[in-house]
């Protein structure tokens, strides 16, 4: 596995996407939107990994639920791999909650699933696969 991108979640795509476009002297994608959780999406592409700026669209979204109890900031760590599905099969028999047992479709219509915070030392962690 390796890192694929940390995910951020921000208030506001409007306000914070240039403040990373700054940092990083990059432009950001363009805005993606992500049914399934609610949320859209704006990457900022690095040489290693990107960072994903997560603003939720709905009160229910995951991201907005999130923002409400501890603010802005980082949101989930995410991790490529090649198989994903063996990959969750594995963790889960190694005794760690998964959130998801099967990947689902997320942003950049990759497989994705996420391992529970609660089995991660407070750390959510995503792993992803191109289909």
């Not at 990107?50 to 995951?62: A, K, Y």
């Not at 760590?77 to 997320?106: C, M, R, W, Y």
Request: hydrophobic share 40%; proline share 4%.
């Amino acid at each position: 596995m390796n890192l694929s991108h940390i995910g951020i979640a921000v208030k506001s795509l409007e306000t914070s996407v240039p403040v990373f476009e700054k940092i990083f002297n990059v432009k950001a994608s363009e805005a993606e939107f992500v049914e399934m959780q609610k949320v859209n999406v704006r990457k900022i592409h690095l040489e290693n990994c990107d960072i994903e700026l997560l603003e939720g669209t709905d009160q229910e979204s995951p991201i907005s639920k999130f923002i409400e109890k501890r603010g802005e900031g980082i949101h989930h760590v995410s991790f490529n791999t090649e198989n994903i599905q063996g990959a969750l099969d594995k963790i889960k028999s190694e005794g760690i909650k998964l959130i998801n047992e099967n990947p689902v479709t997320g942003a950049d219509d990759m497989l994705v699933a996420f391992l529970h915070p609660k089995s991660t030392n407070g750390v959510l962690i995503e792993l992803t696969e191109p289909k």
